[in-house]
């Protein structure tokens, strides 16, 4: 049974920063690019960031471009998302995601391309 399990969400001042994980099981994690999504209340979900299954290829939204660095380790199937400088507007639930593309550079933004999903993880950023 695949999991993700997202940890590190919170409360933060605007300005502040938050290190969010995803540890997944249940998959070859290496088969995977993996990618981070938000959905803020009343508004669809909506691409962060995503990383291909070796760590060699990025690829962020603008919004958080500069800001956020997406990465991965490989050896703890973990995915992790660093957000400095948060505003207001990064407030939402943040959900990690698998795409299945094996040792590809390949990474989407788009979210119907994803395989499996965890229960996400709250973020509030107070101004």
């Known amino acids: 049974q695949v999991q993700l399990v997202e940890s590190g969400g919170g409360l933060v001042q605007a300005g502040g920063s938050l290190r969010l994980s995803c540890e997944a099981s249940?998959?070859?994690?290496?088969?995977?690019?993996m990618g981070w999504f938000r959905q803020a209340p009343g508004k669809e979900r909506e691409f962060v960031a995503a990383?291909?299954?070796?760590?060699?290829?990025?690829h962020y939204a603008d919004s958080v471009k500069g800001r956020f660095t997406i990465s991965r380790d490989n050896a703890k199937n973990t995915v992790y998302l660093q957000m400095n400088s948060l505003k207001p507007e990064d407030t939402a639930l943040y959900y990690c995601?698998?795409?299945?593309?094996?040792?590809?550079?390949?990474?989407?933004?788009?979210?119907?391309?994803?395989?499996?999903w965890g229960r996400g993880t709250q973020v509030t950023v107070s101004s």
């Open positions: 995601a698998a795409d299945y593309t094996p040792y590809s550079s390949t990474v989407i933004s788009s979210p119907n391309e994803y395989d499996y």
């Open positions: 249940g998959l070859t994690f290496t088969w995977y690019a």
């Open positions: 990383v291909n299954w070796s760590g060699t290829n990025t």
